[in-house]
C-alpha cells in the first residue's frame, strides 16, 4: 500500500524552511501532499490560489509532491485523500505546544491518523511566514529565505499595498 502523508499549513507565502522540511518528508512517504488551508478568518497576504501557484512553481521538480488546498477538518481531509500521516515541522521548543495540542485534537478525531514531525535544517530554524512578510514589508531583504518566484511576488504584492 503507497504511504501518503499530508503537510498542512498556511504557506503564506512558503518558505525556504516549508521547502526544506517537504525535501526530508517525501524521502520517506511514496507521496506528499502540501495542503494549504483555504481559512476566511485570516488575512493573508496571497490569495489561496496564489498560494498554491507558488507552491506549485517551488516543488515542481519533485514528482511526489502534490500541492492541493483543503478546508473543513484537517482530519476528513486526510481521510479522503488517504494519508496515513501528518507531517508538521518543529524549529523550536516554542512550536511544541501548539503542534502537540493539534496532535492530540487530532488523534482524538481520527486515532489511525499519525502525526510526523520533523526537524528541518538549523539555518531555517528561525525562518517563519510572519517575519518573511514583516522583513519583506519593511524594505528588508529575504532572497535567502524564500524562493525565487516568491521574491517576486512579495515584491509585486507589497508594492501594489504602497501605491
Ligand atoms: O501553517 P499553520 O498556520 O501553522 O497551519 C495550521 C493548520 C492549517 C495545520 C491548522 O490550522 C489546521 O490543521 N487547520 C484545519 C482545521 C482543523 O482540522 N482544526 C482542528 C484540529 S487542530
Same mark, same amino acid.
Given at each position: 500500500m503507497k504511504r501518503i502523508a499530508v503537510y498542512p499549513g498556511t504557506f503564506d507565502p512558503v518558505t525556504h524552511g516549508h521547502?526544506?522540511?517537504?525535501? !526530508? +518528508?517525501? =524521502?520517506?512517504?511514496?507521496?506528499?501532499?502540501?495542503?494549504?488551508?483555504?481559512?476566511?478568518?485570516?488575512?493573508?497576504?496571497?490569495?489561496?490560489?496564489?498560494?498554491?501557484?507558488?507552491?506549485r512553481e517551488a516543488v515542481k521538480g519533485w514528482d511526489n509532491v502534490d500541492v492541493e488546498s483543503f478546508d473543513g477538518?484537517?482530519?476528513?481531509?486526510?481521510?479522503?485523500?488517504?494519508?496515513?500521516?501528518?507531517? !508538521? +515541522?518543529? =524549529?523550536?521548543l516554542s512550536d511544541f505546544e501548539y503542534e502537540m495540542q493539534m496532535a492530540m485534537m487530532n488523534r482524538r478525531l481520527e486515532p489511525d491518523l499519525e502525526a510526523v514531525f520533523l526537524l528541518p535544517s538549523e539555518e531555517y530554524s528561525f525562518v517563519s511566514s510572519r517575519l518573511v512578510r514583516?522583513?519583506?514589508?519593511?524594505?528588508?531583504?529575504?532572497?535567502?529565505?524564500?524562493?525565487?518566484?516568491?521574491?517576486?511576488?512579495?515584491?509585486?504584492?507589497l508594492g501594489e499595498r504602497r501605491s
Open positions: 521547502l526544506d522540511l517537504a525535501d !526530508r +518528508g517525501r =524521502r520517506h512517504f511514496d507521496h506528499l501532499v502540501m495542503a494549504i488551508l483555504r481559512n476566511e478568518d485570516k488575512e493573508p497576504l496571497f490569495t489561496v490560489q496564489e498560494r498554491v501557484e507558488l507552491l477538518l484537517l482530519v476528513d481531509y486526510a481521510r479522503r485523500i488517504k494519508a496515513s500521516v501528518i507531517l !508538521r +515541522g518543529i =524549529r523550536a514583516e522583513v519583506a514589508a519593511l524594505g528588508g531583504s529575504v532572497e535567502d529565505l524564500v524562493p525565487p518566484n516568491v521574491v517576486t511576488a512579495l515584491a509585486k504584492r
